[in-house]
């Protein structure tokens, strides 16, 4: 890859607001989970190359090597499914930035 660049991906739990809405609290619950997962999946598996951003819902995922961005990213797929966090909640895309 190209010194200049870096890999993104972007990932945000479907239908967060709604939940916020009518189960205030389950929400709170999933956010929790979601941020713990986040934050364990780097460090407990070897990620620690990887910037993590973390808004309200939202993670970020920011690295200079695609292949340890993606195996982040279905680490924390499969931790989630894992944990309860089913994969309606999840979306994600991923991009090259320079």
């Not at 993606?70 to 895309?93: D, F, K, P, Q």
């Amino acid at each position: 890859m190209n010194d200049n660049q870096r890999v993104v991906a972007y990932t945000d739990l479907l239908g967060f607001s709604e939940l916020v809405v009518n189960e205030p609290y389950q929400a709170k619950q999933l956010l929790s989970g979601f941020h713990n997962l986040s934050q364990n999946t780097k460090v407990n598996e070897g990620y620690e190359d990887l910037e993590l951003f973390l808004f309200s819902d939202f993670l970020f995922v920011q690295g200079d090597d695609v292949s340890s961005v993606v195996n982040y990213m279905c680490r924390l797929y499969r931790g989630a499914l894992i944990n309860g966090v089913t994969s309606r909640h999840l979306t994600h895309s991923n991009k090259l930035t320079s």
